[in-house]
């Protein structure tokens, strides 16, 4: 009885010394940009972060969200998909909910496992998933009680992109965004949360890789995102499309989420030069306008992050290369030498930009548009880390090939 009392009162005390973790209810946090307010950084690094609690958590890429203190991940075991929660300080599971979803895997697309890899959105308490078959869920987030589900299998001949639905959907105003559909034909639909109700849908073309995002151009919200053959921008009240850029890579592999700096977007893919456009309305009608292309620094998978009027990535070249350029020119004002991560995910806080590798490296560098300043690099996963990791409070969530775990500096 004594030792079970000391282990309450250490864990008690322990819960009490984390800061409190603001939300990251989303694919790259609050805003979908990566960067996040209140992330308590160390007066000194320490040799090593210390891990609270590392549990099994399925196979995937899908992001863990975090909301009022809980984590949710959406997983697969075996050949269902799952949505759990648990309790944020000690990775106590609260609940979970699972279904059948079996998927024949791309031959091309072995390596990157069954997913799912699409992340979960949280908007006020309900958690939407979306399958890598093109399974739409509602759940309800204190119990995981399913409110209602989507497969779309009846409005188009495949619900299913070449590689696996990877797009996050977003929750914006009273819908719910998201593009389903398959190669060579899809929808940007906006859903009523409720229900799955489709209030709108522009049928122009089938879904890539990259997640949408909000932009507002001209005091006009718009949905922004790339799909498998343009970059697009559609209004947010109707679905109308108001611009659209042709933008092909290599085997429709359309991944980045675009950047929104001011009346400037920010966009790139494989082996494309990383583009700046501005958007603008002329006569009535939507025009972009290009402000400048850097053809050194194309990103693949990773989504860069911004800082102090300077974008921080991770280029392709050289089996990974970090990179910062001047978001007012598009100059590169540095480039490390290579070899960093077939992929990176990307973070921001305060006067520091974080990169999570896919080799399971967490790399803290300055916010340094003068020079590469690495502060720390640590090892934070036994296996490929594909998912994007959470910043929260003073501590960073991790999903790898199948566990989940939080750290804290």
């Known amino acids: 009885m004594k030792l079970r009392a000391a282990f309450l009162l250490c864990l008690l005390f322990t819960t009490l010394a984390l800061p409190a973790a603001q939300d990251w209810p989303q694919w790259r946090g609050p805003a979908r ?16 972060p210390k891990q609270i609690w590392k549990v099994q958590a399925g196979i995937g890429h899908a992001s863990p969200i975090v909301v009022s203190g809980r984590v949710y991940q959406f997983s697969r075991t075996g050949e269902q998909e799952s949505i759990s929660a648990r309790d944020l300080t000690t990775g106590k599971e609260l609940w979970r909910q699972a279904y059948d979803a079996p998927y024949q895997m791309n031959p091309a697309a072995t390596a990157h496992g069954k997913g799912p890899k699409s992340t979960p ?27 209602w589900r989507k497969d779309f299998k009846k409005e188009f001949k495949s619900t299913i992109p070449d590689f696996g639905v990877a797009m996050s959907p977003i929750a ?47 005091g006009t919200r718009q949905i922004v995102t790339l799909s498998q053959r343009r970059v697009i921008g ?55 306008s290009e402000a400048w292309q850097n053809a050194d620094v194309p990103m693949y998978m990773s989504s860069p ?9 991770l280029t392709q070249r050289n089996r990974g290369q970090f990179f910062c350029l001047d978001v007012k020119t598009g100059k590169t004002t540095w480039m490390t030498k290579g070899r960093e991560g077939e992929n990176a995910a ?9 990169a999570m590798t896919t080799e399971g490296e967490l790399v803290v560098m300055r916010a340094n548009p003068g020079q590469f300043e690495p502060v720390k690099r640590y090892t934070v996963a036994d296996s490929a880390v594909w998912a994007h990791p ?7 969530i991790v999903k790898d090939a199948e566990t989940l775990a939080y750290w804290v500096f």
Request: hydrophobic share 45%; no cysteine; aromatic share 10%.
């Open 234 to 288: 559609l209004s947010l009240a109707d679905g109308a499309l108001l611009w659209q850029i042709p933008f092909t890579t290599e085997y429709d592999q359309n991944s980045v989420t675009p950047v929104v700096v001011g009346d400037l977007l920010i966009y790139g893919g494989i082996s494309k030069p990383t583009t700046a456009v501005r958007v603008s309305p002329d006569g009535g009608k939507w025009q972009t």
């Open 390 to 396: 959470v910043l929260t409070g003073n501590g960073l």
């Open 33 to 48: 940009t990566g960067a996040i307010e209140g992330f308590k950084a160390p007066a000194s690094w320490p040799d090593r």
């Open 346 to 354: 990307m973070l921001t806080a305060g006067n520091l930009v974080f």
């Open 172 to 218: 914006a105003g009273d819908s719910l965004i998201l593009h389903v559909g398959g190669i060579g034909e899809g929808a940007v639909m906006a859903l009523d949360p409720a229900s799955g109700a489709t209030k709108w849908a522009w049928k122009g073309d089938g879904p890539a890789y990259a997640s949408p995002i909000v932009a507002e151009f001209a």
């Open 305 to 313: 992050v911004m800082s102090g009027g300077y974008l921080y990535g």
């Open 121 to 147: 959105v949280h908007d006020r308490g309900r958690i939407y998933t979306f399958g890598i078959s093109g399974v739409l869920s509602a759940w309800q987030a204190q119990d995981g009680r399913l409110l």
